[in-house]
């Protein structure tokens, strides 16, 4: 079975949508990731660091997912990684109320053993040079790289960040991201400019307008699912990424065409995560489900024009 | 031939972007709807009103493109409806400068006789009492009548809008008019509701985002073509709608598969129309480019994931 390496963050989020707010309930990049990446036939790892703050029944749902997490450090007598927010009513928008780093402040990755050799890597969004130490840490070279990252790094860490860039095969990131990453309006020519910073495959995700995958003059447009009510966007960039990994992991073909169906199963996860608050639905999802509503994808997006007309 | 009789404006723009501006050019809906129609194997009629300033030159235009514009009436000494306007940087937001309603405010359309039994109706973007008076003077029930319309009648005429919209089978908006009419945010809620007031199907335009269509449960998906620059917005709309109505008056089949295919020409064209200012890609395209790139919207959705895996 082939691995997946994740890093990203497993942390505490507290979330206030139009909808409701929480307590401190679970979240973190990697753990959506390893969520979303765990309803794919792959072996999968989380790097990652907590507190001793962490419940333990949060660990035994990922280890249930068959997800390793045995390099999950946990730091005794620190604080995980702890961050709050409040979307707007429109759910596109958000500000953040409270970032605390806590344990991830000093955060160390070591990658396991037996996953140096990892078939892909996921590198979910986190400091540039934690990312550059997971791939430095890599006895073989990955079949595909994956990074995603955020507006964050582009303002206090940009050639760090340019660092990584150079040395991942995929990168995803939102529109807004895009531009600020490249300086140009138009998605297509931020994709190029992308392009020439080193990935082949650059994703720009639009949330609620869906994905756009771009491979040299090649363009694959995924839309999102149009539900009735989007209840929690936090972590469904992660879930994206994570079925997009997961798949790439699973089917070990690389292709264009067979990138087209991982951003399909990206974004088809990604429909889930958002129904319910923080991992809530992504836990209680189950595969029939998934699958099924990739039907509804194929209806939503194929037509029939015969080109004779 | 199944005969489309469209009504809408013929109009003067003065259009500012980011990339430059012009002097009063060719514009109005019904110009847009009627030069994008006519890739299109139909008889069409346009109903509207100009002044005796409006050249020539542009009313020959129209006839050249196969359009029967005897029931665009020409008010003598009147002058011409003139709008103006200037788009934002991202060019998905403008101001309008200046409208002089001028002859459009006293227009009593006036159906031709041998388009009262039009089988497609296009009701392109004018008040709500001109698009009615269009409906009652039609002698035989059209196979279809389209409806566009614009946030500008839900402000100041919104009864005479809700009679128009009871008796229209497809209704044309966008994102934000959706909204508007329905106080909701979702657009599929939104769907739902303006679906209940009337049009049994209903197209939400979304610009770069491309345009849904929504009909029962049923849900599609159209992907505007990502473009290196978008010169000018002003008709995209328009012309959307006008390959929309084309391409159904063309084919005689109003089945939701063949209305997918509809929203694919219309967007298609679309995208043609935004990369030059007002109609000047439009009148400079030939049919052969315009087939052609129904294949870029192939590539660009298309996707073959087996449900087996």
Redesign the interface.
Known sequence: MNKLLIVGTVAFDAIETPFGKTDKILGGAATYIGLSASFFKTQSAIVSVVGDDFPQEYLDLLTDRGIDISAIEIVPGGKTFFWSGRYH??LNSRDTLDTQLNTLADFQPKVPENFKDADVVMLGNLHPLVQISVLDQLTATPKLVVLDTMNFWMDCALPELTEVIKRVDVITVNDEEARQLTGE?????AAAKIHAMGPEYVVIK?GE??A?LFHDK??????AL?????FDPTGAGDTFAGGFSGYLAQ?ENISF?NM??AI??GSNLASFCVEKFGTERMVGLGKAEM?DR??QF????????S?A?
Not at 185 to 189: A, D, E, F, N, R
Not at 218 to 223: D, H, T
Not at 226 to 230: A, I, K, S
Not at 298 to 305: C, M, P, V
């Open positions: 009513n429109d309006y138009s998605l297509v020519k639009k307008h869906g756009l090649k363009v694959f447009y995924a839309p149009p539900l009735e009510e989007v089917s065409a087209k169906n399909i199963y699958l990739l039907q194929k209806s939503l997006t194929q037509f029939d024009i080109l007309e």
